[in-house]
């Protein structure tokens, strides 16, 4: 009896060191932990943009192919006879070449026909042409303008003769000069003392 008990009692701990042999075995799932998956940012490439550079506000004088569209209170595009446009300001003397410019297009402007005539209409011409014409260039050039023409009809103060120089804007008992070179000084003389001298342009009919 001793001998059966001895060995199912020895069996029982050889099954019992089996069974716990084999859960040794088994791998722990709890106990293996997760990796850790690190996102990188990709690389931000540098701005290789850079801001547009600005042109140069154009200035009196610049000649420029496109008259600008923003320009300041004070500033015109003239246009030129050749298609392109000179920058003028009221404030700042005419570019060279510019005066010779309106001169020219005051004579095309008012055209003087002598012994036209002496009805009220013909007499009448030479102002209202000049009259057109300095509304239109003051327009055009941003500035004060007087302009020296020749009238039709009796002069005979100053020493003047027929048809007269005079120039727009004219005032006094006589407004009539003998010659245009008379008129314009006349005219230079009128703006010399004023204050704001420096808009005035006198612009001379040529014969």
Do not use: H
Not at 145 to 153: F, S
């Amino acid at each position: 009896m001793n001998t059966l008990k001895t060995t199912t009692f020895a069996a029982l701990v050889l099954a019992a060191g089996l069974a716990l042999t084999g859960c040794s075995n088994t791998p722990d799932v709890t106990a293996t932990s997760t990796p850790s998956v690190t996102v990188t940012d990709p690389a931000v490439a540098p701005d290789e943009t850079q801001a547009p550079v600005e042109a140069p506000a154009p200035k009196t004088g610049d000649i420029l192919t496109v008259a600008p569209t923003d320009l300041g209170p004070s500033q015109r595009a003239f246009p030129l006879p050749d298609g392109t446009f000179v920058m003028l300001d009221r404030y700042e003397p005419l570019p060279a070449g510019v005066q010779d410019i309106l001169n020219a297009q005051a004579t095309a402007a008012i055209p003087y026909v002598p012994n036209s005539g002496n009805t009220q209409g013909e007499l009448d011409k030479p102002y209202n042409d000049a009259t057109a014409f300095r509304s239109a260039t003051v327009v055009a050039t941003g500035k004060n303008i007087i302009v020296v023409y020749r009238v039709q009809g009796a002069g005979g103060c100053n020493g003047s003769g027929p048809d007269p120089w005079t120039y727009t804007g004219a005032a006094g008992t006589c407004v009539a000069f003998p010659s245009a070179a008379a008129a314009q000084a006349a005219a230079e003389a009128n703006v010399a003392g004023r204050q704001d001298a420096d808009t005035y342009i006198v612009v001379v009919k040529q014969g």
